[in-house]
């Protein structure tokens, strides 16, 4: 038997109203861990933490990619850090395409809101699985592997993707081969590609070397 004092300062301990690991809000004013943000202290948080309103805007998709990428993760929506999730709108103009990528650190769930997209992911044993998707339709693609979306048909598209990390990280292939200086000659030789294509997505994505 516990002595009855010692049994209510652990009632007490257990009941008190400490939110202490409820939640932990990002604190932006300090540096990023491999881990994510360090809270913020709880006397700072208010209800704008816990709240994203950018979801509803329609990104610009006036670039190379005809495409746009809203991100609400925790650098953007702070109360989303150590809670495991976040979200993203995904706009695209006609001929619109989020090229080749991945997210490290997560799964995506994509719903398509507006238009048509056909959206697939490459497994790490190279079988393809890709689909053309319409309002309502969803599709998962699991942590870490290469995926795409392409707007098709005669209407822009909009989707909504759900993320498993509040920063789940995004590389885009030929962002990452073409838009920074290692030489041409490595990137002909990592990737099989001739001289003149390199040199060509070089230019288009802005790299150097
Ligand atoms: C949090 O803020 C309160 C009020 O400003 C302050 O008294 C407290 O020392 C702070 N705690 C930490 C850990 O900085």
Known sequence: MLPIPFLLLLLSSILSPSSAADFCVADLTLPTTPV????????AVTVSDFIFSGLGVTGNTNNIFKAAVT???????PGL?????????????????????????????????H??????????????????LNKGDAIVFPQGLL???VQIGGLPAVALASFSSPEPGLQIVSVALFANSLPSLLVEKVTFLDDAEVKKLKKVFGGTG
Not at 92 to 108: K, Y
Request: glycine share 10%; with cysteine; charged share 10%.
């Open 115 to 132: 238009g048509t997209i056909l959206a697939g992911f490459i497994s790490s044993s190279n079988s393809v699985y890709y689909k053309t």
């Open 36 to 43: 994510g943000f360090s809270c913020k202290n709880e006397s």
């Open 147 to 149: 995926h795409f979306q």
């Open 71 to 77: 991100p609400a993760f925790s650098s953007q929506f």
């Open 81 to 113: 850090n150590g809670l495991g999730i976040s979200a993203a709108r995904l706009d695209f103009a006609i001929g619109g395409v989020v090229p080749l990528h991945t997210h490290p650190a997560a799964s995506e769930l994509l719903i398509v809101i």
